[in-house]
């Protein structure tokens, strides 16, 4: 009988725990429902502030260059660990930083974490998850929207940064207002956790998102012109190259790079980095020039292409260094490195004589060539696109020459230009005549922002073109750009200038124009700077600026320096057009300062400008075979 009321005590003990641990369950599952499952009461409804994401940057051909994507952070949470060399390797190898630089980095750290990359796109995390799960010192945290620009370095002066350390520059800088997302208060549903899930219709979202930009920049036209000039830079050393690609018809910039160049991805190491030196670097174009001399003589009828021209080499001196002193201008002396007897115009323009040129300037004059250079755009900014941070060279007024403006300018010296302005130039010549506006923006979120070209001016006589263009081609043909030969046609002008320092100023105390008591310098250019041909009188007759004697110094050598060209510092460039027949494409090629202590015939444009231009036509007719149709 107890056993049986024992059991039976056993039996409801049983049921009661069971009931308790069941109404457990019903109560967990209640919240679990309530909290996760059951998602959202309806009845509760917030708005909550939301940005749109920043537009992409697409080439002409749709293909991405900048686009927001989910980034993160690489972190060692404790950097006193044994691993430092493995990971530092690691991390060296597959995100190109300074092995020696990360090691430094992590010592310093001490015991703390040590953030090792930022902003790593997630589908390079996925790449490496399985070398990343081998360091357990190493976490991907901070997931988010960040920047990502896929094409690495490719383009990288064009593209630049938002909201970089210096402030931002380059297109994601001028084309902030269009990129850039939009704020505002968007319905959510509230979960009874206090999580929020949208609410809004994606349309509503889309409103907020930032345009999509459309370049004329082609990307595989980018990577050409920036692989040749990157094999040229390391095989001469040169401090830094840059070119650019037009379309003489449209006016479309369809690539431009300068090197050296950056990772976007990576950190700011340079500022110098940041310089789009095709369109915000000038320097005296040197040879480049020479064309549009003879375009001012051939548009105002001065001159003909069969016109004779004695150069000054008698017969032992042909072939030879030749300087002439020209008693028109103060005996000042021009050289040609090769020297030539009696050739035509258009054989002075195709060896590139200097001293034929500047004969044939003095017969035409100062105002026609000014006038001739005006209308091509030399001198003057470009209003296009985006691009802010542009340069306009320099080109003084007629009215401001001297004897040696008259002769230096004809043959692109005492004058500046970049590599923009060469191109639409030359696109000028390319095209039948007209100056272009170039375009860089194709179109923005598809809505066209230009569909025709649009034309600036008419800068000369169809005939003078038609002129311009057979010299043109002789330069390729037997001149300076005759070294290396094709199997297509081609034309163009070389250019080999001397890279100037700067002429230094003085501070005129008395503001009137001279150099008084001590100072006894006449500024007879009225430009506050001491030129060639003005006077100075060295008190201590000791070739330097003493006390009382007030000057700048900014060449920061103690010496008064009069302007002049640096002994071994030198810009090769070619100014190509491609092909003869129905041009479509003008590449402008520069390379500063080559180093001619490897091979003292890299300053020549022959050497350096002239083979990456052949390459890179030679390139993109095997990639496009219409180019030639």
């Known amino acids: 009988m107890t056993t049986q009321l024992y059991k039976k005590h056993l039996n409801r003990l049983r049921i009661i725990i069971f009931g308790i641990f069941f109404l457990m369950f019903i109560s967990a599952a209640r919240t679990l429902y309530i909290q996760v499952i059951r998602e959202v009461d309806k009845n509760i409804v917030g708005k909550f502030p939301i940005k749109g994401k920043r537009g992409t940057i697409f080439d002409r051909n749709g293909k991405k260059m900048a686009y927001d994507a989910t980034v993160s952070d690489i972190i060692l949470k404790k950097s006193n660990t044994n691993n430092s060399l493995e990971i530092a390797n690691f991390i060296s190898d597959n995100f190109d930083l300074n092995l020696d630089a990360i090691l430094l980095r992590i010592k310093k750290a001490g015991k703390g974490s040590l953030k090792l990359v930022s902003n790593v796109n997630q589908n390079l995390i996925s790449q490496l998850k399985e070398d990343l799960n081998q360091f357990v010192e190493i976490e991907v945290v901070n997931s988010r929207m960040g920047r990502y620009w896929p094409q690495k370095m490719l383009a990288s002066h064009i593209l630049g940064k938002f909201g970089d350390d210096i402030?931002?520059?380059?297109?994601?800088?001028?084309?902030?207002?269009?990129?850039?997302?939009?704020?505002?208060?968007?319905?959510?549903?509230?979960?009874n956790s206090g999580n929020k899930i949208p609410a809004y219709e994606i349309a509503e979202y889309n409103n907020l998102s930032g345009k999509d930009v459309y370049l004329t920049i082609d990307l595989d036209y980018q990577r050409i012109l920036t692989e040749e000039l990157s094999k040229k830079l390391k095989e001469t050393n040169s401090e830094y190259a840059n070119g650019i690609i037009v379309d003489p018809f449209s006016g479309e910039i369809l690539a431009m790079t300068t090197l050296p160049a950056i990772d976007l991805n990576k950190p700011l190491k340079d500022i110098e980095y940041t310089r789009n030196r095709t369109i915000n670097h000038s320097e005296e174009p040197g040879s480049t020039i020479k064309t549009f001399s003879i375009i001012a003589g051939?548009?105002?009828?001065?001159?003909?292409?069969?016109?004779?021209?004695?150069?000054?080499?008698?017969?032992?001196?042909?072939?030879?260094?030749?300087?002439?002193?020209?008693?028109?201008?103060?005996?000042?002396?021009?050289?040609?490195?090769?020297?030539r007897d009696t050739i035509s115009v258009e054989e002075v323009l195709a060896y590139s004589s200097n001293i034929g040129t500047v004969k044939i300037a003095l017969k035409i004059g100062k105002d026609p060539i000014y006038n001739t250079l005006r209308r091509f755009g030399f001198g003057e900014r470009f209003d296009?696109?985006?691009?802010?941070?542009?340069?306009?060279?320099?080109?003084?007024?007629?009215?401001?020459?001297?004897?040696?403006?008259?002769?230096?300018?004809?043959?692109?010296?005492?004058?500046?230009?970049?590599?923009?302005?060469?191109?639409?130039?030359?696109?000028?010549?390319?095209?039948?005549?007209?100056?272009?506006?170039p375009r860089l923006v194709k179109s923005i979120s598809n809505q066209s922002n230009e569909s025709n070209p649009t034309i600036i001016r008419k800068v000369a006589k169809s005939e003078s073109i038609d002129d311009i263009v057979r010299a043109l081609k002789l330069v390729v043909e037997k001149g300076t750009a005759s070294k290396n030969k094709t199997d297509f046609c081609y034309y163009g002008k070389t250019g080999t200038a001397q890279v100037s320092f700067p002429t230094e100023k003085f501070i005129d105390r008395n503001d009137n124009g001279k150099w008084d008591s001590a100072e006894d310098f006449i500024d007879s250019n009225s430009n506050d700077i001491y030129d060639v041909g003005e006077e100075f009188n060295d008190t201590n007759e000791n070739n330097k600026w003493d006390e009382g004697e007030v000057f700048t110094d900014e060449n920061k050598?103690?010496?008064?320096?009069?302007?002049?060209?640096?002994?071994?510092?030198?810009?090769?460039?070619?100014?190509?057009v491609f092909p003869c027949d129905n041009p479509q494409i003008v590449c402008i090629i520069s390379?500063?300062?080559?180093?001619?202590?490897?091979?003292?015939?890299?300053?020549?444009?022959?050497?350096?400008?002239?083979?990456?231009?052949?390459?890179?036509?030679?390139?993109?007719?095997?990639?496009?075979?219409d180019i030639l149709l």
């Open 167 to 191: 402030g931002g520059w380059g297109l994601e800088n001028d084309l902030n207002d269009v990129l850039m997302g939009q704020m505002d208060s968007l319905s959510h549903f509230i979960l």
């Open 298 to 339: 051939l548009d105002n009828n001065i001159i003909d292409l069969s016109d004779k021209v004695f150069c000054e080499a008698n017969e032992d001196e042909i072939g030879e260094k030749v300087i002439y002193k020209f008693p028109e201008l103060n005996r000042r002396p021009i050289e040609d490195h090769e020297g």
């Open 557 to 576: 050598n103690g010496v008064w320096d009069k302007g002049g060209y640096y002994d071994s510092k030198y810009m090769p460039s070619f100014a190509g």
């Open 591 to 625: 390379f500063y300062n080559p180093d001619i202590t490897i091979d003292s015939n890299n300053k020549w444009a022959s050497v350096t400008a002239v083979p990456v231009a052949q390459q890179i036509f030679k390139r993109l007719k095997l990639r496009d075979k």
């Open 384 to 437: 296009f696109d985006y691009l802010r941070d542009q340069n306009e060279g320099e080109l003084k007024s007629s009215l401001k020459w001297n004897k040696y403006s008259w002769s230096s300018i004809p043959i692109g010296q005492e004058m500046k230009s970049n590599n923009l302005h060469l191109a639409m130039a030359y696109s000028a010549i390319a095209n039948g005549g007209y100056l272009l506006k």
